[in-house]
């Protein structure tokens, strides 16, 4: 594809049930990150894999909150036992290569509301 | 703390007005890279423009252009002949040699009116 896809772009869960949001990245590209963006707020850092491996998994907010990168491209992030303050707007970036200065694109977004 | 802060939550001009957004950040760090995002209602964030923070010389892109003061820890956004299409939230931030973590600021909404 052209750009950086995620599925589903919108979704609606139950307090406490588990979570799945896929990204697409763009043919190629080395960086693929995960960002939480409350609603008003800026992004906020999550993690961040290089090809298949997650070399910073810092900014995830609990162990409830789990990504994978297994083949190098495709990455989901995983949320068990959803709580209404994971309501927000998960975006998913890649960049061509690993260095720090290079162009993030990024995809629409999945919009979570856990009610 | 490495943060980021926009004072102007929202600012609103003419069409054809030049607007300045401000930011300023805070890191202890040398060696970084400042950039500009823009986020249209409902569409995704794209890339506006990018500073080097080694490079003294203020980066342009077209009619979008900065005022980075490196001392003063200062990044802001200018933009020439606005356009409605500029309407969008714009959010600055930066990314650090030592890790791969794109700070942001809140953002700024920008409304260009006809």
């Known amino acids: 594809g052209a750009g950086v896809s995620q599925s589903p772009r919108y979704k609606v869960a139950k307090r406490g049930q588990d979570v799945a949001l896929r990204c697409d990245p763009i043919s190629g590209h080395v960086s693929l990150f995960w960002y939480q963006q409350a609603l008003g707020q800026g992004p906020e850092f999550l993690t961040y894999?290089?090809?298949?491996?997650?070399?910073?998994k810092s900014g995830l907010p609990s162990d409830r909150f789990f990504a994978e990168r297994p083949e190098g491209s495709v990455s989901t992030l995983k949320i068990q036992r959803t709580q209404q303050e994971d309501s927000a707007v998960y975006l998913c970036?890649?960049?061509?290569?690993?260095?720090?200065?290079?162009?993030?694109?990024f995809g629409p977004g999945t919009r979570l509301t856990v009610l | 703390a490495q943060t980021v802060t926009q004072s102007q939550p929202e600012m609103s001009v003419q069409e054809a007005e030049t607007v300045t957004l401000s930011c300023t950040y805070d890191?202890?760090?040398?060696?970084?890279?400042l950039f500009w995002y823009k986020q249209p209602p409902s569409r995704q964030m794209i890339l506006v423009i990018r500073q080097e923070a080694y490079k003294q010389q203020n980066a342009t892109e077209n009619r979008f252009s900065v005022n980075f003061q490196k001392a003063a820890k200062s990044f802001s956004l200018k933009i020439s002949d606005s356009q409605l299409g500029d309407t969008a939230m714009y959010f600055c931030?930066?990314?650090?040699?030592?890790?791969?973590?794109?700070?942001w600021g809140a953002g700024t909404k920008l409304i260009i009116k006809p």
């Open positions: 931030a930066f990314i650090t040699d030592s890790n791969y973590q794109l700070i």
């Open positions: 970036a890649s960049s061509f290569n690993q260095g720090p200065s290079n162009e993030q694109f």
């Open positions: 890191t202890s760090e040398n060696n970084y890279y």
């Open positions: 894999f290089q090809n298949e491996a997650q070399l910073d």
